[in-house]
Nanobody, 115 residues
Framework: QVQLVESGGGLVQAGGSLRLSCAAS????????RAWYRQAPGKQRELVAS???????NYADFVKGRFTISRDYAKNTVFLQMNSLKPEDTAVYYC?????????WGQGTQVTVSS
């Protein structure tokens, strides 16, 4: 099994920045894609950004140019640098890892952007 632990959420004013971290542990061999999702109240969970084990990144249109996903292979950690935050970015952010057809989730971290 893969365990994922997120950190770095919090309250920030619009235009500010936050950096989320997601540390993986357990049976991490074979993880091919790491990603960040978010879920706002009353809305479905949506993909924010992903990164493959080869370093290929993908971003949702609503974060392009503002968010950056990266990973530290040695520490089995993925980061999400969020700049120019907007109130509509307020959500619980979840880290995920794909291993084969199995997806693991972290517990989520709250990001709140005030106007």
């Amino acid at each position: 099994q893969v365990q994922l632990v997120e950190s770095g959420g919090g309250l920030v004013q619009a235009g500010g920045s936050l950096r989320l971290s997601c540390a993986a542990s357990g049976t991490i061999f074979g993880i091919r894609v790491r990603a960040w999702y978010r879920q706002a109240p009353g809305k479905q969970r949506e993909l924010v950004a992903s990164i493959t084990d080869g370093g290929i990144t993908n971003y949702a249109d609503f974060v392009k140019g503002r968010f950056t996903i990266s990973r530290d292979y040695a520490k089995n950690t993925v980061f999400l640098q969020m700049n120019s935050l907007k109130p509509e970015d307020t959500a619980v952010y979840y880290c995920s890892a794909m291993k084969g057809t199995s997806r693991s989730w972290g517990q989520g971290t709250q990001v709140t952007v005030s106007s």
